[in-house]
């Protein structure tokens, strides 16, 4: 219900007074999030107009005479820890050209990020993203900037790169106008604490194994009574911790 409320609001705000999202990527390795961007449905969405994505390389904004962006943990210990300056300096000019919504710091120590958090965000327009590199930043950036700390998983990557990519993307398929058909998103796993039910395409007998008779029977209501039941099924066996009362 909130996400359809959501993109009914959002649907209503871009018919009153369009503006597209807009997500400031902070990065020093800004060639590892070219690919997810330029391609497929988040190309689309940024060619219609409807999210502006901005990769900034803080390395640039390094005022190190060798660019540096790192350096040794006080206290000691193996790791570098990113240094405030390029971070500061580059958040700083952001938030005096626009408000931002959230200042994410990309972080396995951050929330759990999941659908009904993509869901309540995708109605908020300018996001920073910022992506940790090695022992991470310093913590005083945490403190003075970061709106929201977020995990993407209980794993440790090797930086926040992907991270972000998996944010963004998540957000922006929520975007009215972003997916072709606009039901689909609604019908994504997670949405309404269900998993999806199976799908199948042709051909309709592939070794002997086929696709269920109801979904070949052209009768909508059978169809759509199976599908629910498949989803309270998968979820009830795959994960149970989803569903709700
Ligand atoms: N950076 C490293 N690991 C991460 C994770 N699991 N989620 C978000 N950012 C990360």
Redo the contacts with the bound molecule.
């Keep these: 219900m909130v996400f359809i409320w959501n993109t009914w609001k959002r649907f209503e705000y871009n018919f009153l007074y369009f503006c597209p999202m807009r997500i400031d990527i902070l990065t020093i390795l800004p060639q590892l999030l070219e690919s997810p961007f330029s391609d497929s449905i988040l190309k689309r969405a940024q060619t219609k107009g409807l999210v502006e994505v901005h990769i900034h390389d803080l390395r640039s904004y390094s005022t190190n005479k060798h660019k540096k962006v790192d350096d040794y943990a006080f206290g000691g210990g193996a790791g570098m820890v990113m240094t405030i300056q390029p971070i500061a300096d580059c958040i700083d000019e952001l938030k005096s050209e626009r408000e931002y919504d959230e200042i994410m710091y ?3 120590d ?1 929330e759990v ?1 999941d659908q009904p958090t993509a869901n309540s965000l995708s109605m908020g327009e300018n996001f920073i993203l910022l ?2 590199h090695y022992k991470g930043i310093d913590e005083r950036i945490r403190e003075k900037y970061i709106t929201k700390e ?11 790169e ?3 990519a998996v944010v963004a993307d998540s957000l922006i398929r929520l975007i009215p106008g972003v997916l072709n058909d606009e039901t689909s998103a609604l019908t994504d796993s997670f949405q309404d604490n269900l998993l999806a039910p199976p799908v199948y395409t042709r051909p309709a007998n592939y070794e002997g194994m086929e696709v269920p008779k109801v979904l070949l029977s052209g009768n909508f209501k059978e169809i759509e009574k199976w599908r629910s039941e498949k989803a309270l099924e998968r979820t009830k066996t795959r994960r149970p911790d989803i569903l709700k009362d």
């Design positions: 990309m972080t396995p951050g990020w992506c940790g977020v995990s993407i998983g209980d794993y440790v990557l090797s930086g926040g992907l991270a972000a």
